[in-house]
């Protein structure tokens, strides 16, 4: 049994969804692991991530859309200590998740066809979202 770790760091452009799906696969086939599981967590509280299809960008549309109505921006929230998208991005955090376990198997995660990992960014302004990752099998 081994265990391996790392750190990706993603630039993100504001609000939206980054795929990162490549990334997370190449370092998954470099660690040389056949059989284990894949931890993922993204090391903030104001963005997320999402296994989500990969094909149909009007599923990340309609996500987004959804999101906004179930964690509108507004005055109408406590915190908003670094502006009027703070809240409503840590909701959208909690709604959608910070990490995720993915089985790898023949040395690959086991992704279906139309999946993708994404993460998503629920503040308006750019950042650099750092992921943790956690390899553990044989």
Request: aromatic share 4%; charged share 25%; proline share 4%.
């Amino acid at each position: 049994m081994r265990q391996l770790s790392t750190t990706l760091t993603v630039a993100t452009a504001g609000r939206g969804f980054t795929e990162i799906t490549a990334e997370v696969c190449g370092w998954v086939a470099e660690a040389g692991l056949r059989e284990g599981l894949l931890t993922l967590l993204v090391r903030h509280t104001s963005a997320s991530l999402l296994i989500q299809e990969n094909a149909a960008r009007a599923v990340r549309t309609d996500l987004a859309r959804w999101l906004e109505r179930l964690a509108p921006e507004g005055d109408h929230y406590a915190h908003d200590d670094e502006g009027p998208d703070d809240m409503p991005a840590h909701l959208r955090s909690v709604l959608t998740g910070v990490s995720l376990s993915i089985p790898v198997l023949d040395g690959r995660p086991r992704l279906g066809t139309w999946q993708g990992i994404w993460l998503a960014e629920h503040r308006r302004a750019a950042h650099r979202r750092e992921i943790a990752l956690h390899l553990i099998g044989a």
